[in-house]
């Protein structure tokens, strides 16, 4: 199966009790299954500006923001395929781009500009990189995940994510999957990633169990953590 690499949808998040999950997964095997990944790791770095220019934008909650990080399947090495993914929202629609690339390919295009490919989508990555200037990792993001597809519709999707786990050092997609989770015990964040209407089975199963949608970043939430620690730090060295 060749990969998709444009995407326009919906992305509706919910944080939800394994409870829950439990019951949402016994309704879901008449209208659902899973994707060609299944089960997976994901281990993606996140790019930034020394100042943390984009995720700042991003959780003020503008109209329009955006994103650049590098996404592999699994703890990479120099030659596994990797996902260089330009994320941009606007009125609550997210666009996704990406090109396919090697772990080593995606480090020497994004941090050294060399040549990777040609096309529309490595134009438009090459232009984000021009205008914001000085993005290098920032942020290794992983968690477990199940993906879901439609069965009567294929572009609608629901994933799962457990152990999310963060760290702003030893930034590789190869260097393995550690850091600091994110997530409160028995919670799993749920997302419904959907070109037009949520099917009605699922509406109803949300309403009758009082699940509601939230804001929710990954990102956002280890770069309040890390700013977190840095002010707690400097109290804490003020006060010898």
Known sequence: MGFQNIF?????????TEEQYNKLRQLMGEYMKGDEYGRSTICNLYYDTPDYLLIRRSIEKPVFKEKLRVRSYGVADQNSTTFIELKRKYDKIVYKRRITSTDSKAYDFLVKREKICEGQIAKEINYFLDFYKSLEPRVF??????AFYGIDNHDFRMTF????????????LCKGVYGNNILKENTVLMEIKVAAAIPMWLVKFLSENKIYKTSYSKYGNAYKTIMSDKISGGLCYAER
């Open 8 to 16: 326009k949808r919906y992305e509706l998040k919910y944080l939800i």
């Open 141 to 146: 993001l992983s968690y477990e995940r199940e």
């Open 161 to 172: 994510d457990r152990n999310i786990l963060w760290r702003d050092y030893d930034l590789s």
